[in-house]
Protein backbone atom coordinates (compact mmCIF):
# COMPACT_ATOMS: atom_id res chain seq x y z
CA UNK A 1 0.00 0.00 0.00
CA UNK A 2 2.90 2.29 1.04
CA UNK A 3 4.49 1.42 -2.25
CA UNK A 4 1.29 1.81 -4.41
CA UNK A 5 0.82 6.01 -2.38
CA UNK A 6 3.99 6.83 -3.67
CA UNK A 7 3.67 5.74 -7.13
CA UNK A 8 0.26 7.57 -7.49
CA UNK A 9 1.44 10.67 -5.43
CA UNK A 10 4.77 11.35 -6.98
CA UNK A 11 3.20 11.03 -10.33
CA UNK A 12 0.50 13.31 -9.35
CA UNK A 13 3.13 15.69 -7.86
CA UNK A 14 5.54 15.77 -10.46
CA UNK A 15 2.55 17.29 -13.00
CA UNK A 16 1.03 19.76 -10.56
CA UNK A 17 4.87 20.60 -9.30
CA UNK A 18 5.65 21.70 -13.04
CA UNK A 19 4.78 25.05 -13.53
CA UNK A 20 6.60 25.45 -10.37
CA UNK A 21 9.39 24.34 -11.27
CA UNK A 22 9.89 24.67 -14.71
CA UNK A 23 10.68 28.84 -14.21
CA UNK A 24 12.56 27.63 -11.56
CA UNK A 25 14.50 25.84 -13.48
CA UNK A 26 15.04 28.63 -15.61
CA UNK A 27 16.62 30.78 -13.60
CA UNK A 28 18.86 28.31 -12.46
CA UNK A 29 20.05 27.24 -15.66
CA UNK A 30 20.40 31.16 -16.77
CA UNK A 31 23.10 32.69 -13.68
CA UNK A 32 25.50 30.47 -15.36
CA UNK A 33 24.10 28.34 -18.42
CA UNK A 34 25.22 25.04 -16.30
CA UNK A 35 22.37 22.22 -15.66
CA UNK A 36 19.88 23.13 -13.08
CA UNK A 37 19.85 19.81 -11.65
CA UNK A 38 22.37 18.40 -9.28
CA UNK A 39 22.75 14.82 -9.04
CA UNK A 40 23.76 13.85 -5.72
CA UNK A 41 25.05 10.75 -4.65
CA UNK A 42 23.00 8.97 -1.72
CA UNK A 43 22.62 5.69 0.57
CA UNK A 44 19.24 4.32 -0.02
CA UNK A 45 17.41 0.66 1.46
CA UNK A 46 20.07 -1.98 1.89
CA UNK A 47 23.26 0.20 1.75
CA UNK A 48 22.84 1.23 -2.13
CA UNK A 49 23.73 3.78 -3.51
CA UNK A 50 21.64 5.80 -5.71
CA UNK A 51 21.37 9.37 -7.41
CA UNK A 52 19.17 11.42 -6.03
CA UNK A 53 17.98 13.99 -8.31
CA UNK A 54 17.54 17.78 -6.74
CA UNK A 55 17.45 21.39 -8.32
CA UNK A 56 21.20 22.95 -8.12
CA UNK A 57 21.39 25.46 -5.35
CA UNK A 58 25.24 25.60 -5.58
CA UNK A 59 27.79 26.62 -7.91
CA UNK A 60 28.98 24.23 -10.23
CA UNK A 61 31.09 21.21 -8.66
CA UNK A 62 30.62 22.44 -4.92
CA UNK A 63 30.81 19.21 -3.31
CA UNK A 64 34.90 19.12 -4.89
CA UNK A 65 35.31 21.08 -1.55
CA UNK A 66 34.86 17.82 0.73
CA UNK A 67 32.80 19.47 3.20
CA UNK A 68 29.25 17.33 3.32
CA UNK A 69 27.48 19.58 5.89
CA UNK A 70 25.84 22.89 4.26
CA UNK A 71 25.33 25.86 6.50
CA UNK A 72 22.79 29.07 5.82
CA UNK A 73 26.12 31.23 5.30
CA UNK A 74 27.95 28.43 2.42
CA UNK A 75 29.50 30.70 -0.09
CA UNK A 76 28.45 27.90 -2.68
CA UNK A 77 25.24 28.67 -2.69
CA UNK A 78 23.97 30.75 -5.05
CA UNK A 79 21.71 33.61 -4.90
CA UNK A 80 18.43 31.77 -6.63
CA UNK A 81 19.83 28.56 -4.57
CA UNK A 82 18.92 30.19 -1.18
CA UNK A 83 14.86 31.03 -2.39
CA UNK A 84 15.36 26.93 -3.82
CA UNK A 85 16.56 26.03 0.54
CA UNK A 86 14.14 28.51 1.93
CA UNK A 87 11.28 26.48 0.08
CA UNK A 88 12.58 23.15 -0.40
CA UNK A 89 11.93 23.64 -3.73
CA UNK A 90 14.73 21.17 -3.83
CA UNK A 91 12.40 18.13 -2.53
CA UNK A 92 10.09 18.65 -5.36
CA UNK A 93 12.61 17.14 -7.61
CA UNK A 94 12.46 13.83 -5.58
CA UNK A 95 9.45 13.33 -6.18
CA UNK A 96 10.92 11.45 -9.76
CA UNK A 97 13.40 9.08 -7.35
CA UNK A 98 10.01 8.27 -5.39
CA UNK A 99 8.90 7.34 -8.63
CA UNK A 100 11.41 5.20 -9.53
CA UNK A 101 11.16 3.61 -6.16
CA UNK A 102 14.89 4.71 -5.09
CA UNK A 103 12.61 6.66 -2.35
CA UNK A 104 9.88 7.25 -0.06
CA UNK A 105 7.63 9.92 0.37
CA UNK A 106 8.15 9.51 3.69
CA UNK A 107 11.35 7.73 5.66
CA UNK A 108 14.66 8.54 6.97
CA UNK A 109 16.41 10.88 5.05
CA UNK A 110 19.20 9.40 2.91
CA UNK A 111 22.88 10.45 3.30
CA UNK A 112 25.95 10.04 1.89
CA UNK A 113 28.18 7.86 2.03
CA UNK A 114 30.61 9.30 4.07
CA UNK A 115 27.84 9.20 6.80
CA UNK A 116 26.83 6.51 6.92
CA UNK A 117 30.41 4.97 7.09
CA UNK A 118 30.17 6.44 10.20
CA UNK A 119 26.72 4.68 11.44
CA UNK A 120 26.61 2.54 14.66
CA UNK A 121 25.27 -1.20 14.28
CA UNK A 122 21.66 0.62 15.82
CA UNK A 123 21.63 3.25 12.91
CA UNK A 124 21.99 1.06 10.71
CA UNK A 125 18.71 -0.21 11.01
CA UNK A 126 17.69 3.48 9.22
CA UNK A 127 18.84 1.49 5.62
CA UNK A 128 16.51 -1.05 5.87
CA UNK A 129 13.60 1.23 5.08
CA UNK A 130 13.30 3.13 1.94
CA UNK A 131 14.71 6.89 2.54
CA UNK A 132 12.15 9.51 2.50
CA UNK A 133 11.60 13.24 1.15
CA UNK A 134 10.27 14.34 4.67
CA UNK A 135 9.82 12.44 8.26
CA UNK A 136 9.94 13.59 11.66
CA UNK A 137 13.52 14.94 11.45
CA UNK A 138 13.24 16.72 8.44
CA UNK A 139 10.67 18.89 10.47
CA UNK A 140 12.69 18.90 13.42
CA UNK A 141 15.45 20.07 11.68
CA UNK A 142 14.36 22.15 8.67
CA UNK A 143 16.70 25.05 10.05
CA UNK A 144 19.49 22.07 9.43
CA UNK A 145 21.56 25.31 7.66
CA UNK A 146 20.96 27.58 10.36
CA UNK A 147 21.93 25.31 13.17
CA UNK A 148 25.41 24.89 11.29
CA UNK A 149 25.83 28.54 10.24
CA UNK A 150 28.88 29.74 11.52
CA UNK A 151 30.47 26.52 12.72
CA UNK A 152 33.98 26.42 12.15
CA UNK A 153 33.62 22.51 10.77
CA UNK A 154 30.04 21.95 9.45
CA UNK A 155 30.56 18.07 9.37
CA UNK A 156 31.41 17.64 13.02
CA UNK A 157 29.07 20.11 13.58
CA UNK A 158 26.07 18.11 12.16
CA UNK A 159 27.29 14.84 13.42
CA UNK A 160 27.84 16.00 17.36
CA UNK A 161 24.80 18.18 17.40
CA UNK A 162 22.21 16.72 14.62
CA UNK A 163 23.06 13.08 13.70
CA UNK A 164 22.40 12.14 17.04
CA UNK A 165 18.62 13.00 17.10
CA UNK A 166 17.77 13.24 13.82
CA UNK A 167 19.00 9.39 13.92
CA UNK A 168 16.77 8.77 16.83
CA UNK A 169 13.81 10.31 15.41
CA UNK A 170 14.34 8.21 12.62
CA UNK A 171 14.68 5.17 14.08
CA UNK A 172 11.28 6.34 15.97
CA UNK A 173 9.69 6.95 12.64
CA UNK A 174 10.57 2.86 11.68
CA UNK A 175 9.36 1.88 14.71
CA UNK A 176 5.96 3.52 14.56
CA UNK A 177 5.53 3.79 10.53
CA UNK A 178 1.91 3.31 9.53
CA UNK A 179 0.32 4.99 6.27
CA UNK A 180 -1.74 7.44 8.56
CA UNK A 181 1.64 8.66 10.05
CA UNK A 182 2.88 9.02 6.32
CA UNK A 183 0.04 11.44 5.51
CA UNK A 184 0.27 13.30 8.93
CA UNK A 185 3.66 14.15 8.35
CA UNK A 186 3.09 14.64 4.65
CA UNK A 187 0.52 17.37 5.55
CA UNK A 188 2.89 18.54 8.62
CA UNK A 189 5.47 19.19 6.24
CA UNK A 190 3.57 21.28 3.48
CA UNK A 191 2.63 23.22 7.46
CA UNK A 192 6.11 23.92 7.79
CA UNK A 193 6.63 25.95 5.05
CA UNK A 194 4.08 28.28 6.26
CA UNK A 195 4.50 27.79 9.85
CA UNK A 196 7.12 25.90 11.18
CA UNK A 197 6.16 26.27 15.31
CA UNK A 198 3.09 24.89 14.09
CA UNK A 199 4.45 21.85 12.95
CA UNK A 200 7.03 21.73 15.68
CA UNK A 201 4.25 21.86 17.96
CA UNK A 202 2.58 19.16 16.66
CA UNK A 203 5.80 16.75 15.97
CA UNK A 204 6.40 17.07 19.78
CA UNK A 205 3.20 15.87 20.83
CA UNK A 206 2.91 13.38 18.67
CA UNK A 207 6.34 12.25 20.44
CA UNK A 208 4.50 12.87 23.54
CA UNK A 209 1.91 10.42 22.77
CA UNK A 210 4.22 7.66 21.66
CA UNK A 211 5.52 7.48 24.59
CA UNK A 212 9.21 9.21 23.32
CA UNK A 213 12.30 9.42 25.71
CA UNK A 214 11.60 12.80 27.24
CA UNK A 215 14.81 13.92 25.92
CA UNK A 216 13.81 13.42 22.81
CA UNK A 217 10.75 15.09 22.92
CA UNK A 218 12.52 18.42 24.38
CA UNK A 219 14.72 18.41 21.87
CA UNK A 220 12.23 18.08 19.10
CA UNK A 221 10.59 21.30 21.09
CA UNK A 222 13.78 23.19 19.76
CA UNK A 223 13.03 25.41 22.43
CA UNK A 224 16.66 24.75 23.61
CA UNK A 225 20.09 25.10 22.73
CA UNK A 226 21.14 21.94 21.14
CA UNK A 227 24.59 20.41 22.95
CA UNK A 228 26.92 17.44 21.88
CA UNK A 229 25.50 14.33 22.41
CA UNK A 230 26.11 10.41 21.62
CA UNK A 231 24.47 9.00 18.41
CA UNK A 232 22.47 6.14 19.32
CA UNK A 233 23.78 3.03 19.84
CA UNK A 234 27.23 4.73 21.66
CA UNK A 235 28.41 6.43 24.67
CA UNK A 236 30.38 8.84 22.91
CA UNK A 237 30.53 11.83 21.31
CA UNK A 238 32.03 12.06 18.08
CA UNK A 239 35.12 13.80 17.96
CA UNK A 240 36.57 13.83 14.48
CA UNK A 241 34.76 13.15 11.08
Excluded at 36 to 46: E, H, L, Q
Excluded at 180 to 197: H, N, Y
Excluded at 212 to 219: P, S, T
Excluded at 221 to 229: D, F, Q, S, V
Aim: charged share 25%; with cysteine; proline share 5%.
Amino acid sequence: MKRLIDLVVSFCGLILATPILVPVIFLVWIQDFKSPFYIAKRVGRGEKQFNMVKLRSMIINADSSGVDSTSANDSRITRIGHIIRRFKLDELTQLWNVFLGDMSLVGPRPNVRTETDLYTFSEKLLLTVRPGITDISSIIFSDEGDILADKKDPDLAYNQLIRPWKSRLGLIYIENQSILLDIQLIIVTVIAVISRDSAIIWVSRKLEKLNVDKEIVAISTRKNRLYPYPPPGSNNIVTSR
